[in-house]
């Protein structure tokens, strides 16, 4: 059972683990073990996830999830398959208390006239001073 907070917990029966042989250094030891962890958890079809919750994290552009609304985390950051495991399980975890608040409504504000002052008279001061620095080439 992986816990996200008190109201959501995902069963065993939803999280999909495979293991695959992970790159890098470790010599004869990386080339024979299957450390690397590959986590599939079906966003979409999840009963475990409230509706707001599981329309958040599909509407996140991630490349992490497919078309069919699957979400796939790979870990292969340890050599101990253990540790990748919990790794990829901590990061789905992560990834569903993030989604978990909605993202604050946007406010449309307006500039005020003081800064739209501000703001032109600055172009003003640049124009003059581009104005200054270029010489009349038609009296020489």
């Given amino acids: 059972m ?18 695959l ?8 030891h990386v080339n024979r073990t299957e450390s690397a962890v590959e986590l599939r958890f079906d966003v979409a079809r999840s009963p475990s996830l409230p509706e707001p919750v599981r329309a958040r994290v599909l509407a996140r552009r991630d490349r992490r ?14 050599r ?3 540790a990748n495991r919990d790794d ?10 993030a989604a978990l608040t909605a993202p604050k409504a946007r406010i449309a504000t307006r500039p005020t006239r003081a800064s739209k002052e501000r703001r032109l008279a600055g172009k003003q001061q640049r124009g003059q001073l581009k104005r200054a620095r270029s010489r009349d080439w038609s009296r020489e």
């Fill in 88 to 97: 990829a399980r901590a990061r789905l975890a992560e990834l569903l208390r």
């Fill in 2 to 19: 992986l816990v996200v907070n008190r109201a959501i917990a995902i069963p065993e029966s939803e999280l999909v683990e495979r293991f």
């Fill in 65 to 78: 999830l497919t078309a069919d609304g699957v979400l796939v985390i790979q870990a292969r950051r340890f």
């Fill in 21 to 28: 042989r992970a790159a890098g250094p470790g010599g004869q």
């Fill in 80 to 82: 101990e398959q253990a």
